[in-house]
């Protein structure tokens, strides 16, 4: 095994190079020092010979103090150090202990995805945790990556919240995981504005057409409503006549309909405005009144093809309920359905932007109100200087 490892050393990969080094610090064996020594006096990298350096000296302290010393009291010893810059120490909790394998499997996906600020966070609250969590390779070979101390001292820093705070610091800091944050959203949008105009486009196609085919289909039901509930009065022949015969709800349907193409494709451009406006006010209330950090485009990417959704299922919605025939339970079901259809959309509309944003759900569903909210005082202020100044103009 030891001849395995420093066969590596002369790896052209400089990273398994580093991690070989960083594997005979473990094993602590003497005859390591040799080609530890070797290749932090002619390794062309200098993170490579630095690790070398750090890996050899962590091999002759052990020697110094004897190999009485076990990986498990190295682990005391760390969690000694943390308890006094004030972390409590003892046994670990069956239910801390789980909370120390969650956030040691966060670290790992973070440490694997080269996010070094967030791997620092989540390693340390789990050695914090249980300490006993070093005594695996791994996890150790982790923390000299993060820390560049071998044993106890790396872990150690890991462990106190003001060194660890400093580590994250110097990783970037907070600024950088709400950075990371923005870049990942960034990333993973397919294309700029000029997608958002496409979207915003077929969602104002997808609503004119909805609103068609919504009055079209309900239309039916209309007849049956007005046929059931329309008044009649007696001729003077003494016979009963309908207010509205066939001829009369036939006539206003065609007119109805062509009235309804022009007032349709009005409603798509329409919404389309009330989406950029809702989406605007969204974002400002996210990121100006609740620090998130997320981009516009992100919000607009989600925002509006899930919008378009909605407003698919809601036309295919009315449409079959339409189909039912009879007004009180088309009346019921629409009534439910839309209770139940509103929440869901609230549900996911949250979800949306508390994943736009980094926020949780609750902090999302937020974001929604105020958003919510502040439209609701620009529209009562606009309202109030458009009667202000009509009525300067006409001298009330």
Known sequence: MLDDIIKRLDDPDPSVRRQAAIELANLRNPAALKPLAYVFRHDPDPDVQEVALKAGQYIRKHMDAGTARSSAGGAQAAAGTAGTAGTETGPASPRDLKRAQSYLEAATTYHMQGDRARTVENLGKALSLDPSLANDSFVSNMVFSLTGMLGPQGMAILIDPVQR????????????????????????????????????????????????????FSMSAFKTLVEEYSPSYST??????????????????????????PAAVGNGIYSAFAIVVQGAAIHFAATYILSGNGLMLSLFRKLVPFQTVVALVTAGAIVLISLIGQVEIMMTV????????????????????????????????????????????????????IASMIGSLSGV
Do not use: P
Not at 178 to 199: K, P
């Open 165 to 216: 705070t400093q580590l994250i610091e110097r990783a970037g800091g907070k600024q950088s995981l709400r950075r990371q944050h923005i870049d990942a959203m960034a990333s993973d949008d397919d294309g700029g504005w000029e997608n958002v105009l496409i979207d915003l486009g077929i969602y104002a196609l997808v609503t004119a057409l909805s609103t068609i085919a919504m009055f079209v």
């Open 236 to 261: 003077t022949d003494g016979t009963a006549t309908m207010a509205f015969t066939e001829i009369d709800l036939d006539t206003m349907t065609d007119l109805s309909l062509v009235a309804m193409l």
């Open 334 to 385: 629409m009534s439910f359905g839309s209770i139940i259809g509103g929440f869901a959309a609230l549900y996911f509309l949250c979800a949306i932007v508390a994943n736009v944003y980094g926020f949780g759900l609750f902090t999302g569903c937020l974001s929604l109100i105020m958003s919510g909210v502040l439209l609701f005082g620009i529209f009562c202020c606009g309202w109030f200087g």
